[in-house]
């Protein structure tokens, strides 16, 4: 075992749970077999996050995404404290639902909307992160097409903000590898102080070759840990 | 909340003043009643001898539930007595809400497939989600976590009218809440046929993991019990929905019946699955059930029926959504994510406290007696007293009309013509070739609509073109890190149609020789009967047969059916569909790392495909001997024939050669046992040639050279015979051939590909661009908007 698996197992992550939320086992499983990490489970109307050292919001369908996707979980007792935990530069991944959260919680900016096609969309898509590496893993949402307006999303740009694009699996971020219609191909961003990551693609399904032939989610979840 | 409900209340409830009979009379009015209610006139003689007089109008409604075709199985049910149900591998069989078979050690698959055909033609996305909805609840209500879905969907002609409006929205309705609920959707079947213009069929499988020691099943045992109600509260949606689903449509019926729509929550369904489970782990409960078809009505009696007991109710603590319900209407409601509870008295303050975590609508609302009646009031009045058995194991069976069997029609000229055209009119084949790919092609626009990679265990699924492979990992099997099970479903019904008993066993077939190719060994069966009417003779023989067939199928793959569902009456205007036994066949695997898809993945590396195909075989096509020897590989109700606009009833279906197929069982196996296997397709609709195509079409738009040797059309279009398209390392090529030698094999190389930017498929009937190919085959789907 590596040296950087134990320092990872030691960590506490609080994976947090909506009614609705249905990758939260999944992000469990990840976490587990391939960093030995015993994610805590944390409920969404508990009012205060137990002591962690991250916190993932998972994907889902939380409260049925009845009204906008995340609209009505942002609201969830839980959120405030995930709110304080980011502020006091407390690291906070959200995954496809967990990203529409943060982003309705205001914690992060833009917003997303339906996709282009107006329907689900479920594939292998590519993404290019910041140092120009292509990852690939799937995506699979509705409202996954991230906007914000020009203004933002120079400041964005500016300060490093955007953390993946959807690519061409040569890197091109181009309108043929754009699934959604997301602004500028964007994926997932960071916050300013890159603490806090949202993204639509799913890293915790690309975690072994046998899913899908691509186990790049892994490299997604391993910065995560070491921005911890 | 309303406080417990004890055997006093019953007791006293039974004294209750009866709710009015209705009366019987010569009047117009009467008979429409009782043909509203689908119900016959010597069942109403029978009601009356049960009942000792009239009914109340609350207990015709239970009568016509119980007793209809889709709650009673009336018509099917000395028929499916056939089916060999016993195995080393059964733990449940069929009559539970799911089967059950074993996996590993103790872990064990609850499995079902079911139909929803009669709402999904009226409403297409209700009817379609909650027919998700239904099967999963049938899955979960065992106490098994649902890891798998899969539908298969007929609908009528793609230029048939409704057509285009059915497929977006059944897709969407499914999609929608298998996505919501967080269950991968990972594979199934789709075709389109005129037969299916007036009536479609949407048949949804769920797969559950569940210890043999963590079985529920649906008995209201322990006489003094509670019963609790679960879920969404009742309203006035799918009242009668199993009537409806066990009648035909007339023209004009369609549309004028939304009311018997079900309406689908898939937010629900996921709380109601996470709180099932929860209080089914801790032992909260005693019995239970999902309240499907005939919502608290079939699940009550069902209970009731299995455990031999009786239970009373007072519907004034159903939760309801809407205003002024009835018993009629509250017992009837098929609103959907509902559970029904059986549970000990002291368990009520654990078991509230886990349903108002999950926020679910929930209260007692009646309690198990001795008394061996159904007693029900509302508003102080008793509305149903009605003893439980009639109901259930005692509704009526009937022996239906059977017509003799058909002639064999033999010889046809018309596909001896289709042969001779595909042979020598090079045209003709090459439009045979991209229409089958627009019959048949991609069907991407369906499966980017589902959820496909939740629960992180898919490994192969719809865009692997085969069996879905997943990947079993729990603490139960810990010994087997790479266990998988391995799922196929389907049914070739224009082959059914030509001879069901062979075409019904080629379905099992059929799933059987998917699972092999994606390295699986089959484990059981599920089954999902589509029919005409069952008033109809020649439909029961097509239903006779079908299950004659299937059982044969069984008998000889040595796989049983655990589980499955009858949906009779899929006839509009009198035209039945093709009989459409849709078959699920679930197996395992010990190592998914060698799972294989039954599409060539890599878009870089030529390769050259083979056609591992019995010895014999290979002898018999050269010489052209097409007679009615098993195994043949012919024309017969093929892809080819519907393209050419023949009826799928010219000529027959040669019988299955079982021997051949499980030597191609066995040549697989050996190959996979030596990781020879870099992708595996059986050869089905549409013949080897197509085969070869779809195996590399993803790779047609970049414009690759293909080149397939077929020299002619049988070999190319023809159907049948226990073959495989198999693509391994050429340096294995030696040891390959000598290894299926022993199993009376031979390998012979039909098809290379090369990404040479060429551009160009060559067949025995000219050279066709690979692009053109490219556009037919991902323009199958009569779907709008997702380029």
């Not at chain 2, 067939?549 to 009779?568: F, K, W, Y």
């Amino acid at each position: 075992m590596s040296p950087q698996k134990d320092a990872a197992s030691s960590l506490r992550v609080g994976v947090l749970q909506f009614p609705g939320s249905n990758c939260d086992a999944d992000c469990v499983d990840a976490l587990r077999r391939h960093f030995q990490i015993e994610a805590t489970l944390v409920w969404h109307q508990d009012t205060k996050l137990p002591k962690l050292d991250a916190v993932i919001v998972p994907g889902g369908f939380s409260f049925g995404d009845y009204l906008r996707s995340g609209a009505l979980a942002a609201h969830a007792p839980v959120m405030q404290d995930v709110k304080r935990f980011s502020e006091k530069g407390g690291a906070v991944l959200g995954i496809c639902n967990g990203f529409q959260i943060l982003v309705e919680s205001k914690i992060l900016p833009g917003i997303l909307l339906h996709n282009l096609s107006q329907t689900f969309i479920c594939k292998t898509v590519h993404l290019k992160d910041q140092s120009g590496n292509v990852l690939t893993m799937p995506i699979a949402h509705g409202e996954g097409r991230f906007y914000i307006d020009k203004k933002d999303l120079a400041a964005l740009t500016d300060e490093g903000m955007i953390a993946y694009q959807y690519s061409s699996l040569a890197g091109e971020v181009d309108e043929a590898s754009n699934p959604n219609g997301s602004v500028s191909n964007i994926a997932g961003i960071y916050s300013k102080n890159k603490k806090v990551l949202g993204m639509m693609p799913h890293p915790e399904r690309a975690t072994d070759v046998a899913m899908g032939g691509s186990k790049d989610g892994l490299v997604v979840l391993r910065n995560f840990i070491e921005r911890i | 909340m309303h406080s417990e409900i004890t055997l006093a209340h019953a007791n006293g409830a039974a004294k209750f003043p009866q709710a009015a009979c209705i009366s019987i009379t010569e009047s117009p009015e009467f008979s429409a009643l009782l043909k509203q209610h689908k119900i016959s006139g010597a069942e109403f003689q029978k009601i009356m001898e049960i009942k000792g007089r009239a009914p109340t109008l609350t207990e015709l409604g239970v009568f016509s539930a119980m007793w209809s075709e889709h709650c009673s199985y009336k018509s099917s049910r000395i028929h499916l007595k056939r089916f060999p149900t016993t195995g080393k591998n059964v733990v449940v069989g069929p009559g539970e809400n799911a089967g059950v078979v074993r996996l590993e050690g103790q872990m064990c698959i609850a499995f079902k497939m079911e139909s929803h055909n009669h709402p999904s033609y009226i409403e297409p996305y209700q009817g379609a989600s909650t027919g998700v909805g239904g099967i999963l609840r049938d899955v979960f209500c065992m106490g098994a976590r649902p890891f798998a879905n899969l539908n298969c969907l007929r609908f009528g002609e793609k230029t048939h009218p409704r057509t285009p409006f059915l497929v977006p929205r059944a897709v969407k309705g499914i999609g929608d809440y298998g996505n919501c609920v967080g269950v991968p959707t990972v594979g199934g079947s789709i075709s389109y046929d005129k037969s299916y213009n007036g009536n479609c069929l949407v048949n949804a499988m769920t797969l559950g993991l569940i210890r043999d020691d963590k079985i529920f099943k649906g008995f209201a045992t322990g006489v003094g019990n509670l019963v609790v109600y679960v879920g969404s509260a009742t309203g006035r949606d799918g009242i009668h929905g199993a009537t409806m689903a066990s009648d035909s449509f007339a023209g004009a019926a369609q549309g004028t019946s939304k009311t018997t729509i079900q309406v689908g929550d898939p937010f629900a369904e996921k709380l109601l699955l996470e709180a099932t489970l929860e209080v089914l782990e801790k032992n909260l409960v005693i019995g239970i059930q999902d309240m499907g078809a005939a919502g608290l009505t079939s699940s009550s009696f069902e209970m009731a029926g299995r455990a031999e007991n009786g239970v009373y109710f007072d519907l004034d603590r159903v939760p309801v959504r809407a205003q002024e319900m009835t018993a009629y209407e509250i017992m009837l409601s098929e609103s959907q994510e509902r559970m029904l509870m059986v549970i000990e008295p002291k368990k009520w303050p654990e078991l509230k406290q886990v349903l108002q975590k999950w926020q679910l609508a929930h209260d007692i609302i009646g309690v198990v007696t001795n008394t061996g009646r159904m007693q029900v009031t509302r508003n102080g009045v008793l509305e149903i007293d009605l003893p439980v058995s009639p109901l259930t194991d005692d509704a009526p069976v009937y022996a239906r009309p059977v017509a003799p069997p058909k002639e064999k029609t033999g010889e046809s000229s018309l596909l001896k013509s289709l042969e001779q055209r595909l042979d020598l009119n090079f045209d003709f084949a090459a439009k045979t070739l991209t229409r089958a790919l627009r019959e048949t092609g991609s069907k991407h626009k369906i499966y980017e609509q589902f959820d496909r990679h939740i629960g992180t265990k898919s490994v192969l699924g719809p865009e692997h073109g085969g069996a879905a492979v997943m990947w079993i990992r729990s603490e139960e099997t810990k010994q087997t890190p790479y266990l998988g099970v391995v799922i196929a479903a389907g049914c070739n019904e224009r082959r059914v149609k030509n001879t069901p008993a062979i075409g019904a066993a080629e379905a099992v077939l059929k799933c059987v020789r998917e699972i092999t190719a994606a390295g699986g060994r089959p484990l059981a069966v599920t089954d999902c009967l589509n029919f005409g009417s069952a008033e109809d003779p020649n439909v029961m023989r097509e239903f006779s047969d079908s299950v004659d067939g299937i059982s044969e199928a069984c008998r000889e793959l040595d796989v049983p059916v655990v589980s499955g569902n009858v949906s009779l009456y899929n006839s509009t205007d009198g035209v039945s569909i093709h009989p459409t036994p849709m078959i699920g066949v679930v197996g395992r695997m010990d190592d998914i790392r060698k799972a294989t898809p039954a599409v060539y993945t890599s878009n870089i590396e030529p390769a050259e495909i083979f056609l591992l195909t019995p010895k014999f075989l290979l002898k018999q096509n050269k010489v052209a001997d097409h007679n009615n020897s098993p195994q043949t590989v012919s024309f017969v109700a093929s892809l080819a024939a519907k393209l050419d606009g023949l009826e799928c009833t010219e000529g027959s279906l040669a019988a299955v050669d079982w021997e051949s197929e499980r030597s191609a069982f066995q040549a697989m196996e050996a190959l996979r046992g030596a990781d020879l296997l870099i992708a595996v397709r059986s050869v089905g609709e549409g013949g080897a040639g197509l085969g070869v195509v779809k195996m590399l079409a993803e790779h047609l738009v970049l414009s690759p050279s293909i080149n397939i040797q077929f020299q002619h059309a049988t070999d190319f279009f023809g159907e049948g015979g226990a073959r495989y398209l198999i693509i391994l390392p050429p340096q294995f090529l030696q040891n390959a051939k000598s290894i299926v030698s022993k199993f009376g094999m031979e390998l012979e190389a039909v098809a290379k590909i090369k990404f040479d930017k060429k551009n160009v498929v060559q067949t025995y009937f000219g050279e066709i661009s690979a692009q053109a190919l490219s556009v037919e085959f991902n323009s199958a789907q009569p779907i709008g908007g997702l380029g």
